[in-house]
């Protein structure tokens, strides 16, 4: 009788594992850090460093899907290499490892590019979750960041800095409902009475502000906002 194989890995690459480069100043931290990963069989630590610039100069190296960084690191931080390594690999997936449970570390990380925050000290109950949610794409915050971020957004509303039921102009609206809805450009323009030049100028408006990339995440909002059924 011939022994079952395992499943593949899932990773970024069918069945290669998702690549990770694990910078954090403290040799014991990235020890254990590393444990919680290379137990998975779709995470792999392919890369440790030092510091934040030694983390950039493996990135330029090694060929990795995932860093994962510690905010507080010297000769350059977890902030600051997160975003020369956004710079440096636009598709490489960020996450923020840090023992600070704080609001500031937290905002500052999502303007550097990361895509999740993780607390030190439930790394082993959240960080491959937090990996995989990374490669999905789809961000990852502890309870407490949550709390945080609608905090924040209330009170950007209630300062006047953030009308959530304005984000969109009313013919903005009406050009997504329509580009959601599966019509071209010209359908669109036809059936607004506004040229093709004008739709398409509205759509790149509309990508811009809601920070989007394509046809499908504009549907996938327009479901969200009532625009469209789903």
Same mark, same amino acid.
């Given at each position: 009788?011939?022994?079952? !194989? ?6 970024? @690459? =069918?069945?290669?594992?998702?690549? #990770?480069? %694990? +910078?954090?100043? *403290? ?13 998975? !069989? ?6 440790? @460093? =030092?510091?934040?610039?030694?983390? #950039?100069? %493996? +990135?330029?190296? *090694? ?168």
């Amino acid at each position: 009788m011939t022994d079952t !194989p395992p499943p593949p890995a899932t990773g970024t @690459a =069918g069945s290669r594992p998702i690549r #990770i480069l %694990l +910078a954090d100043d *403290h040799a014991l931290v990235r020890r254990g850090v590393r444990l919680i990963l290379d137990q998975e !069989p779709d995470l792999q630590v392919v890369a440790e @460093a =030092g510091d934040g610039a030694e983390a #950039i100069e %493996l +990135a330029r190296t *090694h060929d990795i899907d995932l860093a994962v960084l510690d905010i507080a690191m010297p000769r350059l931080t977890g902030l600051q290499s997160a975003r020369e390594l956004t710079a440096l690999k636009p598709g490489l997936r960020i996450l923020m490892l840090t023992m600070h449970d704080n609001e500031q570390y937290f905002f500052q990380a999502l303007k550097a590019g990361a895509g999740g925050y993780v607390l030190k000290s439930v790394a082993d109950q959240d960080l491959v979750a937090a990996c995989r949610a990374a490669m999905r794409n789809e961000p990852f915050l502890y309870p407490g960041a949550v709390t945080a971020l609608i905090r924040h957004y209330l009170d950007r509303v209630r300062h006047g800095e953030e009308n959530p039921d304005q984000i969109l102009t009313p013919r903005e609206e009406e050009v997504l409902k329509l580009v959601a809805e599966g019509h071209s450009s010209q359908q669109i323009a036809d059936l607004l009475f506004i040229s093709v030049k004008t739709v398409q100028r509205h759509r790149a408006n509309l990508l811009h502000k809601l920070g989007l990339r394509d046809r499908l995440e504009l549907t996938r909002y327009a479901i969200r906002a009532g625009l469209i059924e789903p």
